[in-house]
């Protein structure tokens, strides 16, 4: 089945740690999105990527980074400098181009303990 | 900067009722809306797909209109279901393949 891929679903980082969220996608898309979702709170876009190799920074990129080595994968570091990381990061992906939709994973749940 | 706003945040109606929710966005220079279901803890799935040349989108129970002069979308929901409880998002594309999304509207059908 074609789809969205993150895991995992539940994630636990201590302070001053660096976690990775992974995504894959089997869709054949060249954009590809990370998401932040907070209670109460639309979705902000932290990092979203159009081809290999390239990347842009959303509105919240500060203590994240990513990297795109290849078309299905695009990883999102989430490093000890952002200081509330705790919170729903959703993966989606898409055709570059204007006429199309936007596909979703189901989501890492981020907590900080 | 694009701006979408989803009213009501939340909504609460018996079953069978027929319900709108609306949604707002301040740049009328899109490419397409689309919606969203959300339930607790999961990911987006899409709903409905309205390209910019078009006014509406049907499927099953489900329409969406688009009048992108006046920057607005409305989800029709015809005879509501306990089942159709969750959080409802919009979203908007425009240059530079991103999407903005509306807060959404939690939506609750009692049964």
């Known amino acids: 089945d074609g789809g969205i891929t993150q895991s995992p679903k539940y994630l636990f980082r201590k302070e001053g740690q660096n976690v990775t969220l992974s995504c894959e996608q089997n869709?054949?898309?060249?954009?590809m999105y990370w998401y932040r979702q907070d209670p109460g709170q639309g979705l902000r876009l932290i990092y979203y990527?159009?081809?290999?190799?390239?990347?842009q920074k959303g509105d919240i990129a500060e203590g994240y980074s990513v990297s795109r080595e290849k078309k299905e994968s695009f990883p999102l570091t989430v490093t000890s400098a952002q200081k509330n990381p705790t919170a729903f990061y959703l993966c989606?992906?898409?055709?570059?181009?204007?006429?199309?939709?936007?596909?979703f994973g189901q989501g890492t749940r981020l907590t900080v303990v | 900067k694009q701006e979408v706003t989803q009213i009501p945040a939340a909504l609460s109606v018996p079953e069978g009722e027929n319900l709108v929710l609306n949604c707002s966005f301040t740049?009328?220079?899109?490419?397409?809306l689309q919606w969203f279901r959300q339930d607790p803890g999961k990911g987006l799935t899409s709903l409905l797909l309205?390209?910019?040349?078009?006014r509406e989108q049907t499927s099953g129970r489900l329409n969406a209109s688009l009048d992108k002069s006046s920057g607005r979308s409305t989800l029709y929901i015809a005879a509501s279901q306990p089942g159709d409880s969750a959080t409802y998002l919009c979203?908007?594309?425009?240059?530079?393949?991103?999407?903005?999304f509306g807060t959404g509207t939690s939506l609750t059908v009692i049964p």
């Open positions: 989606a992906s898409s055709i570059t181009g204007g006429n199309t939709e936007a596909f």
């Open positions: 869709l054949n898309h060249d954009a």
């Open positions: 990527s159009q081809i290999v190799n390239d990347f």
């Open positions: 740049d009328s220079a899109i490419y397409n």
């Open positions: 309205i390209q910019s040349s078009q």
């Open positions: 979203a908007v594309r425009r240059t530079g393949n991103q999407f903005y």
